[in-house]
């Protein structure tokens, strides 16, 4: 049996691979549980040009490695391990209650089914 059709094009981001809709990521989170099957998609129009959602950081923080992230070096225990503390100081800005949406009551892990026209 051959399943026929285009598969859903993905994007790189944060160094790994997601699946996109209308070229749109889709980025899972522990944070949206799934329930019987179903869940919560969160969709967010980002950044300052289209008045979305945007990070805000601090600048300035001590050892400061980019754009709110800090790394300190804490000390190397007997064992010769060295250990650090990193943080990531970042805030979200909505810009307009648009930006942001809810989509409830989705039923996942149910796919379209290609009928074979190569029998």
Known sequence: ???RGVPPATVSLFGAQFLTWRGLPIIPSDKVPVVDGRTKILLLRVGDKRQGVVGLY????AGEQSLGLSVRFMGINRSAIASYLISLYCSLLVQ???ALAVLE???IGKFHD?????K
């Not at 601090?58 to 923080?61: A, E, F, S, V």
């Not at 290609?114 to 190569?118: E, K, M, N, R, T």
């Open 96 to 98: 307009s209650p648009d």
């Open 1 to 3: 049996m051959h399943t």
């Open 114 to 118: 290609y009928p074979d026209s190569y």
């Open 105 to 107: 009551d989705v039923e």
């Open 58 to 61: 601090q600048p300035g923080l």
